[in-house]
C-alpha cells in the first residue's frame, strides 16, 4: 500500500504564503514525477506544477513566478512554497505521485493525496 499525505493547507489573506507539504510512504521502489494539482468549486482539477526525480520542474502559467516546486528524494516528500497568492488560488490542492511499487515487476502507477483546503481571503 502506498500513501500520500499532504499537510499545510488554509486561509491566507492576498498576498500571503502557504508552503504545501506531500510524504509518500509505503512498499516504493522508485518515485518518478510528483507533482500538485487543484480543484477549485465547480471547475475540472489542472495541473499547478510538476516535478521529476531529476528535479526538472514545470508549472501553469497561471502560477508561474509565484510558486515553487521542490522535493527530498530522500525523504519521499515533495514540498509547494505559494507566494502573492490571489483570491482565485482558491482550491484543494491534491498531490500527485508517479511510483513504482517495491514488488516486481514494479509497474508503474499513479496516486493521490486526499487532499488539503487553500482559501485566499481578506
Known amino acids: 500500500q502506498v500513501q500520500l499525505v499532504e499537510s499545510g493547507g488554509g486561509l491566507v489573506q492576498p498576498g500571503g504564503s502557504l508552503r504545501l507539504s506531500c510524504a509518500a510512504s509505503g512498499s516504493i521502489f522508485s518515485i518518478n514525477v510528483m507533482g500538485w494539482y487543484r480543484q477549485a468549486p465547480g471547475k475540472q482539477r489542472e495541473l499547478v506544477a510538476a516535478i521529476t526525480s531529476g528535479g526538472s520542474t514545470n508549472y501553469a502559467d497561471s502560477v508561474k513566478g509565484r510558486f515553487t516546486i521542490s522535493r527530498d528524494n530522500a525523504k519521499s516528500t515533495v514540498y509547494l512554497q505559494m507566494n502573492s497568492l490571489k483570491p482565485e488560488d482558491t482550491a484543494v490542492y491534491y498531490c500527485?505521485?508517479?511510483?513504482?511499487?517495491?514488488?516486481?515487476?514494479?509497474?508503474?502507477?499513479?496516486?493521490w493525496g486526499q487532499g488539503t483546503p487553500v482559501t485566499v481571503s481578506s
Open positions: 500527485n505521485a508517479d511510483l513504482r511499487g517495491s514488488s516486481w515487476p514494479h509497474t508503474l502507477t499513479t496516486h
